[in-house]
């Protein structure tokens, strides 16, 4: 089984202060730690895993600068088998709609039974470079995918549904899924993993490789352009509540009391 | 005058509340634009009424597409009924849900038409022509305005719990009923159940008092000191996704859209962070207190009470404090 795995390296925010910079139209990244986009994470470690049991090959593609080759190794470490940068100036500033036209270029011409992406990426999360793709590669795909297996050639599907709900779907294969996280206990990844892959060839694809015009990429192959950031403004605002842990500790002690039916 | 398009959402046979928000917030924009707004059904013959009444109540025009395939989501036959439908009428502009039925299909007619789409909205604007969508980036904490390139018509899914409803209109719209006769489409994909995700063990929705914790609580060992808090104060421990999905606690005490709603008298919610998810399956609990290192969490952005601040120090403390004040 041949599984195309797309991935994303996005700055890790959870914990970040973000600052809008001087355009307003990005946040200042100098400080931001950059990793797998943690969808992907679950995405990879599926692939690896399908491979383990059915056999074939994982091939894992991402679109980004130079120093997106730290993914891609972090990928291999886990057991992909090959590894592809696709990396322009041209590919900047573009949508999901721009990165997945150079996604297709890309993965038409490979052989592969899945292609799986994470559902969303960490930083824009728009939630749509996969379904685009699986369009234009004309294949079936399921979103928000959270149990899989194969059965008969074909793919039984859990798809995440809201209100602790979940739909069982059969996928007939070659298919696209997005992976949702909470699938698979992703592996860790040590260093030493790292180092051991150190010096695998990661296959790097410009425009002109790609066969692939301006008009096609960045923001004139884009359907939406970000204008402006602004921080979200608060629906109430929180009293805050200063002061020692136990300070603090004391005033939440009486308004869980008295809030919370104790008293 | 164009068009707005509403598709409405629904599963086994009951409307879900995206669809009547999505309804409200195309009501504000061709208020503006001078649009006309129609409700799209799309369900089985037993479905049909119900659901077209329900759309009725809030929208001037109800269009309802008869086929027994409509009876549950059906990505395939979806896709065909729409990208026929939108050819057909050449709305200006399309919504859905952002949810688990949205997004599996809209990116993939927006392709199939090349019409722009943005996803996840919360707010619309339309200007000369071209339209303005607000989203979030970055779990909640950025505001992003995107603009979409010029086109006959704009498709966008909208964050549920982004526009609240009433109670419906006194007259209902009119009404217009099509048998959808097409050929079938699997495209390769067959739905086929339903499943409960979490069923048994505790249920946190009955709960006066939760203790919830999220991505910041580190590590499986330190769930003990949350869970001896709950204890003291008679409550339960709950928790954000990060947390279920690394099965350091079991799915059926997650909160959020795909796990469970509650509205206790008191949420605590310690290190999480407060992504949208999470908050439509708590904003309605009564008094919410967050305990999170970050002052830009967005939990703070809807909590009652906050502390910035180490949770390992705050809630030891805490737990003297209710033991000293329980006692008394």
New interface residues.
Partial sequence: MNIIVCVKQT?E???A??T?GPTGRD?IRDDLVYTINEWDNYAIEEAIRLKETHGGQVTVVTMGGEDSEDTLRRCLAMGADEAILLSDDMFEHGD??AT?QVLVQCIKGRPFDLILTG?QA???????????L???LN??????VIKLEMENGAA?V???????????????LP?LLSIQ??IN?PRYVSIMGIRKVRTKTIETMDAEDLDLTEAQTGESG???????????????T????AGR??E???R??????N????A | MGEILVLMES?QGEM?DVSLEMLTLAAGLAAVSGDRVTALVLASQDQAAHLTDQAAGYADSVLTLRKESFA??Q??EYEEALAALINERRPGLTLAG????G??????L???LDL?????CLSLSMDGGRL??VR??????????????EAPGYLVTIR?GSCSFGSGQAEPGKVEVRDWSSDPVT????????????GGGVDITQA??LVSVG??IGKPENIPLAEELARI???ELACS??V????WLPKHRQVG?????VKP??Y?ALGI?GAFQHQAGMKGA??I??IN??P?A?I???????????LF??VP??K???KA??KK
Avoid: C
């Avoid at chain 1, 939440?252 to 009391?257: F, S």
């Fill in positions: 700055p925010t959870v914990e202060d973000l809008i946040v999901a709609r997945a559902s960490a930083d824009v999360g728009q939630g749509q470079v996969g379904l685009i699986a369009q234009k294949i079936p795909h399921a979103a928000l039984i859990h798809r995440e549904l809201e209100g602790n709900m979940e739909e069982v779907l059969k996928i007939a298919a996280t909470g206990d884009s359907w939406t352009r970000l204008t402006r950031m602004y921080l979200p403004v608060a629906e109430k929180a009293e805050i509540i842990p136990e603090a500790a004391a939440l002690a009486e308004i869980i009391k809030n919370g039916g104790l | 599963r879900r549950v989501y990505a395939g952002h949810t688990a039925f997004m599996d299909f809209m990116p993939r927006a392709s199939r722009p789409l943005a996803t996840d303005t969508a979030q980036m970055y779990g909640g904490k950025i505001n992003a305005e995107v603009q979409l390139r549920p495209a390769g994909r067959v739905f086929v159940k339903y499943l409960e995700t979490a006066d008092i991505r910041g104060l008679g409550g996704r990060p279920a999905d690394k099965n859209t795909s796990g469970r709603t008298k008191v605590l962070s009564k008094t207190i967050a290192k970050d830009k967005p703070f952005n809807i909590a009652d009470y906050g502390v910035v601040g180490d120090q705050i403390a805490l003297d404090q209710m004040i329980l």
